[in-house]
């Protein structure tokens, strides 16, 4: 990414990164991008906003979970490898811990009742939080084309005929980039 | 330790993580379909559970995997889901942000990712569908789901307000 990214406006040491990461992962927040641009870009002038961005855009383009990829772009950036490794070690520690509590309580207490019932409120609005994502992905102009005659081809395969996805990938991908590149825009 | 559970999770999360276009949100139908249609190692009612609490516990996605991960095999399991998810991406990601500069303006990466949003969108809404399909069994349910989709488009309102609503209503046992 050498080429790509400027010079950072400061340098932060490991222990900053660190610090720096393991607040934005404790207070919750690791899986937003609004808060990782106020963290890198604006409180501790550690990235140029265009360098941000274009991490980001990496990041998204890539399979996996975003805010690793996110991390791994920039990580290597300030630090190379000991940059990723604390990074991340630092972003993840405090919500793994948080995950390890809740699973445990789960395990205990997730037969009772009341939890069954908190839960079963819960699940329909994470369901509502995810179908709204999507709507908000396929309002993207891309989508406003004979392209989402492919979003709806995937759905029917993984969510209704419960076709996998590396069989989804296989056949769909192939399918649908031949369609983008064939359309000029 | 090393049962077959644990390297079946290990297998088809790394697997999972390289396909995972659109980040973890996209891999929830086949999350759900390695998990519990095929491989039976987590009920239905759990699953959802479980989903529901890494989604609504503050934090990266993956964590829904962690959540998955301990169920099945403890901390170490849990450890394991987390890397598994995220390892193989993060990995080429490494390798791919050393030459993405030759490729960001290029004819292929612009259909790459131009044909690969509707595959995202689409895993998105499968993706919620089950989630709604196994987890209301109330009309209440559905209407709660179509409240939180309407909430999110038209309002600001932070999430956790809609998912503390969503716990007072099955708390009370309205759900």
Known sequence: MSATLATPLVVPTLRQLFTAYLVVGATGFGGSVVWLRRMLVEKNRWLAADDFNDALSLSQFLPGPMVFNFIVVIGRHLHGLPGILVSSFALMLMPFIFALILGSLYNLYGQLPAIQGVLRGIAPVAAGLLLSLGCKTAMSPILRSPLAIMAILTFAAAGIFRVSLPMVMLIIAPLSILLAASRKR | ???????????????????????????????????????????????????????????????????????????????????????????????????????????????????LLPITVGLTFAGGYLVARGSNDSWLGYGLTVVTIGLVLRTTLHPLWMIGVGAILGLMGWV
């Open chain 2, 1 to 115: 330790m090393m049962d077959s559970v644990f390297l079946g999770m290990l297998l088809n999360f790394s697997l999972l993580s390289l396909l995972a276009f659109g980040g973890m949100t996209a891999v929830l139908p086949e999350l759900q379909r390695v998990v519990i249609d095929r491989n039976a190692w987590i009920d239905q009612r759990t699953f959802t559970d479980l989903y529901s609490m890494g989604y609504a516990m503050p934090g990266p996605n993956v964590l829904i995997g962690t959540m998955i991960g301990f169920y099945l095999a403890g901390t170490l399991g849990a450890l394991a889901a987390t890397l598994a998810l995220s390892l193989p991406a993060a990995t080429m990601t490494y390798f791919i942000a050393k030459v993405w500069h030759q490729f960001r303006e290029s004819h292929l990466r612009r259909a790459i990712q131009r044909g």
